[in-house]
């Protein structure tokens, strides 16, 4: 069973209790036509003085009167601050990333936002890219609070936001992460119970892994205080019972695949403590690297195809 110390330790190191929401205020200010699926490009508030845009994926078979489940998919950061939620979507990056999209034509509600300091979200700052992403780091830090806060704070707007769509069973609400993403998904999953199916592909960086090797990680990582009472796969059991899939590759430098095997072994152990193994699994591709390989899609198509229906 997870430890409720952990679980309180963990929050008073990333800045304590989130604060209550405001209205929303969406407002879809563009609508893109796809093959298969509509983007709506939604402007919406995660604080009273910061509003903020993302996209919406609605396949064309799904209303109000024929609701759909919905992924919430978080962007990578591969050192590209001009990409965010345009990637998943589909309109810009990589193909291999374009994963709202693919969702969208499975049949999902996909919800693409903008982690801070990324794309539309670099606007109105003079600091730019990598030192953008260093100034809001210190800044929530001396605040009392970290990186790792915010982004927990803004994926709960978003879920919220997915929440408030008629066309979204409320009860089959899931997420996926690449990368960074990966990082996001089982940041956010101990602190919002409405995801109900999480996937996170190629990232469970441990503090001993990124000691041993000197890694340089994204700030969301780093949650001030905390190893002395955990590591980052203490994080992702708290996310038990609900069902949790990661994915990983052998070849992974950015987490090193001996420090993945024990970490998962933490994980595992919180599931079966109680009772609720059959909800989390993990695939360790041999001889893969930082990609999203079709095995590792498969699984994770056949994880919410499982979980979410």
Same mark, same amino acid.
């Given at each position: 069973?997870?430890?409720?110390?952990?679980?309180?330790?963990?929050?008073?190191?990333?800045?304590?209790?989130?604060?209550?929401?405001?209205?929303? /205020?969406? &407002?879809?200010?563009?609508?893109?036509?796809?093959?298969? =699926?509509?983007?709506?490009?939604?402007? =919406?508030?995660?604080?009273? $003085?910061?509003?903020?845009?993302?996209?919406?994926?609605?396949?064309?078979?799904?209303?109000?009167?024929?609701?759909?489940?919905?992924?919430?998919?978080?962007?990578?950061?591969?050192?590209?601050?001009?990409?965010?939620?345009?990637?998943?979507?589909?309109?810009?990056?990589?193909?291999?990333?374009?994963?709202?999209?693919?969702?969208?034509?499975?049949?999902?509600?996909?919800?693409?936002? %903008?982690?801070?300091?990324?794309? %539309? @979200?670099?606007?109105?700052? !003079?600091?730019?890219? #990598? /030192?953008?992403? !260093?100034?809001?780091?210190? +800044?929530?830090?001396?605040?009392?609070?970290?990186?790792?806060?915010?982004?927990?704070? %803004?994926?709960? @707007?978003?879920?919220?936001?997915?929440?408030?769509?008629?066309?979204?069973?409320?009860?089959?609400?899931?997420?996926?992460?690449?990368?960074?993403?990966?990082?996001?998904?089982?940041?956010?999953?101990?602190?919002?119970? #409405?995801?109900?199916?999480?996937?996170?592909?190629?990232?469970?960086?441990?503090?001993?892994?990124?000691?041993?090797?000197?890694?340089?990680?994204?700030?969301?990582?780093?949650?001030?205080?905390? =190893?002395?009472?955990? %590591?980052?796969?203490?994080?992702?059991?708290?996310?038990?019972?609900?069902?949790?899939?990661? /994915?990983?590759?052998?070849?992974?430098?950015?987490?090193?695949?001996? &420090?993945?095997?024990?970490?998962?072994?933490?994980? $595992? +152990?919180?599931?079966?403590?109680?009772?609720?193994?059959?909800?989390?699994?993990?695939?360790?591709?041999?001889?893969?690297?930082?990609?999203?390989?079709?095995?590792?899609?498969?699984?994770?198509?056949?994880?919410?195809?499982?979980?979410?229906?």
């Amino acid at each position: 069973m997870a430890n409720p110390m952990f679980r309180e330790k963990l929050l008073e190191c990333l800045g304590g209790e989130w604060p209550e929401p405001c209205p929303l /205020n969406a &407002e879809v200010v563009e609508t893109i036509p796809k093959k298969g =699926y509509r983007i709506e490009k939604i402007l =919406y508030d995660l604080e009273p $003085e910061e509003r903020v845009a993302g996209y919406l994926l609605i396949p064309e078979s799904v209303n109000a009167s024929s609701p759909a489940a919905a992924v919430c998919v978080w962007h990578q950061h591969a050192g590209q601050w001009h990409l965010g939620k345009s990637e998943p979507a589909g309109l810009a990056g990589n193909k291999m990333h374009h994963t709202g999209a693919a969702l969208a034509r499975e049949g999902y509600v996909v919800f693409c936002p %903008d982690a801070i300091g990324f794309e %539309d @979200r670099e606007k109105g700052y !003079r600091q730019k890219a #990598r /030192n953008l992403e !260093r100034f809001l780091f210190l +800044k929530y830090v001396v605040a009392g609070q970290c990186m790792a806060w915010k982004n927990i704070l %803004d994926m709960k @707007r978003a879920v919220d936001l997915v929440v408030s769509r008629p066309e979204v069973k409320t009860d089959s609400i899931g997420c996926y992460g690449h990368s960074m993403g990966s990082t996001h998904t089982w940041l956010v999953g101990p602190w919002e119970p #409405r995801l109900k199916a999480l996937v996170g592909n190629c990232c469970l960086p441990t503090y001993a892994g990124i000691h041993e090797h000197e890694l340089l990680h994204c700030f969301p990582n780093f949650i001030p205080g905390l =190893y002395q009472y955990g %590591d980052t796969p203490d994080i992702a059991a708290l996310i038990a019972p609900r069902a949790l899939h990661l /994915n990983f590759g052998e070849n992974d430098g950015g987490s090193p695949i001996e &420090e993945v095997r024990e970490g998962v072994k933490t994980i $595992e +152990k919180a599931y079966q403590a109680i009772h609720a193994e059959k909800n989390f699994s993990y695939w360790i591709e041999p001889d893969t690297a930082h990609v999203l390989s079709d095995e590792m899609w498969k699984r994770t198509k056949d994880f919410f195809k499982r979980h979410l229906g």
